[in-house]
């Protein structure tokens, strides 16, 4: 991966880098896919003597542990709810040894990307960022969101920092899995200390850029901000956020609602959001399927899969966040300089 555009002098240490791939990587419990990965990161450019140049970071993790026969009876098969057939139908080629860019392999990149922009954005901005499991299947958690802590959230393989719902939730992906079948779930996640005034109007929103960010990872297939979709059955007296001054005189929000922006905007509350992802598509269970000649066929999926990604999607949430903050932080300080506005 590439990073163009993070400032100078920023520390970077490639201990925080590797410790936030070790949260993605495979093989980490039962819960998750048997893949053993080291996924050690090397930093190629853009860092010397522990701080960046302000020039491109460059940096690589190497693939140790693939099996590409594996995925040979699925050569000419379009496998339900992959990325086979949409290939096959925009380029007429495909990797189908499970490699390619439909691949969540890809998503080292954004975690080691997400790494270096929390360190800018911790370190310039004082925002933190923490993103958790707040659903698998049918089973929830209603935490409130300013009591999360990362210790809470490492504290087991299910990232669910609920550790009673935790444990639910990871036996009911142990079920799954003996049943050869798979469960989606939700991530939440929380950027606190966000200053007000991040974000444009109309084309970058701040929800939109975020959207387009967190829709762009493998296996996600919704969002939402704040109250998100519980919103349409409030009544807009019931639903506003209404503005207050601290003892400072600093605008805050009784509630929040609006989940930190407004206009497209951030308004300095916590930014809240939620992504849903779907359940992992292959399954051990045989399926009905076409190849690529159109002729029926059943298949039954092999090799080493997730029963559940939502875990391992935590931290590459957190970097979507992350990048997408530090792109719209940047783009205010272009735009208007530092402490331009009202804003704290």
């Known amino acids: ?59 690589v993790v190497w693939n140790k542990d693939m099996r590409g026969k594996d995925y040979e009876a699925m050569r000419n098969v379009y496998r339900p709810s992959h990325a086979d057939y949409t290939y096959d139908a925009k380029f007429g080629i495909r990797n189908w040894k499970g490699g390619g860019r439909a691949s969540a392999r890809e998503t080292i990149g954004r975690v080691a990307a997400g790494a270096v922009a929390k360190t800018v954005l911790r370190a310039l901005y004082g925002v933190e960022i923490v993103g958790w499991v707040s659903q698998v299947g049918t089973i929830t958690t209603e935490i409130d969101e300013h009591e999360v802590t990362l210790e809470a959230v490492e504290s087991n393989p299910v990232r669910c920092p609920d550790l009673d719902v935790a444990k639910r939730m990871e036996e009911r992906i142990l079920e799954v899995r003996k049943e050869g079948d798979s469960l989606g779930g939700m991530v939440k996640c929380v950027a606190r200390n966000v200053p007000p005034g991040w974000g444009s109007p109309v084309f970058d929103k701040l929800e939109a850029d975020l959207g387009k960010g967190i829709l762009s990872i493998p296996a996600c297939k919704g969002i939402e901000f704040g109250s998100g979709f519980d919103g349409v059955t409030m009544l807009g007296s019931d639903h506003n956020d209404r503005f207050i001054a601290d003892e400072e005189g600093t605008v805050r929000t009784e509630t929040n609602r609006s989940g930190g922006v407004q206009g497209g905007i951030s308004n300095g509350e916590a930014l809240v959001l939620r992504a849903a992802f779907k359940p992992t598509a292959t399954v051990l269970k045989p399926q009905e399927t076409i190849n690529d000649s159109g002729e029926a066929v059943t298949l039954k999926g092999r090799g080493r899969h997730d029963p559940c990604v939502v875990p391992r999607a935590v931290p590459i949430v957190e970097a979507m966040v992350a990048l997408t903050l530090l792109d719209h932080a940047l783009l205010q300080r272009g735009q208007c300089g530092e402490g331009a506005g009202r804003g704290r």
């Open 1 to 59: 991966m590439v990073i163009d555009g993070c400032p100078p002098k920023i520390p970077i240490k490639l201990e925080e880098i590797q410790g936030e791939l070790d949260r993605r990587k495979p093989g980490q419990s039962a819960i998750s896919t048997q893949r053993k990965e080291g996924d050690r990161a090397e930093i190629l450019s853009g860092v010397f003597e522990g701080l960046s140049l302000g020039t491109p970071i460059s940096i």
